[in-house]
């Protein structure tokens, strides 16, 4: 969990996101709401997450190496080839809608993890879960999956990308940490 200076709020660090570049309170949990206050220089935490996913610490020195990649229509293939020739450790798309993945890149993805790199949908939209079972056609959550993608549920790109991470840097297996549940 998380306080802002001069915000008076305390967020669960799952929740929080930097809503706006200069405000004092630039720092919002659209979907759960401050878990706290800050009250004369002393948090009061009204309550604390049921969920226990912590993975490990934060390493030190060099971090493994996984790339965010935002999905965008007319993506060339192409113009990624270079980034992941060199095989980063892992790799989070920021995906369309529930983390769905533009049809250029399917046959870069399965390169990618028949060569050991994990790679993590995550949905761009900002709020909500990506989807784990409702569209099967190429490119979606169904067929992602079965290529061996993961989900990141309600994660956001960023925080996926640091999740995914933190596993690899503690040596902890991707698919037990993804898909996060709430």
Known sequence: MAAGPGTGEVHSARFVAKRHTVRLNAFESPDSGPVGC?????????????????????PRGEWPDVELVTMV?????????????????GVVMAGFGGGHAHTAILELIDELIAGGVCVVAASRC?????????????????????????????????????????????????????????
């Not at 979606?140 to 840097?169: F, H, N, Y």
């Open 73 to 89: 229509t007319a993506l060339n293939p192409a113009r990624l080839r270079p980034l992941f020739a060199r095989r980063p450790d």
């Open 126 to 182: 900002g709020a909500g879960d990506t989807l784990c079972s409702t569209y099967g056609v190429p490119g979606t959550e169904i067929d992602l999956q079965e290529r061996g993608v993961l989900m990141a549920g309600a994660l956001s790109p960023p925080k996926a990308r640091l999740r995914l991470q933190v596993a690899l840097a503690n040596g902890v297996a991707p698919p037990s940490v993804f898909p996060l549940e709430d």
């Open 38 to 58: 800050i009250n004369e220089g002393h948090a009061a935490v009204w309550f604390t997450p049921a969920y226990i996913d912590y993975i490990g610490p934060c």
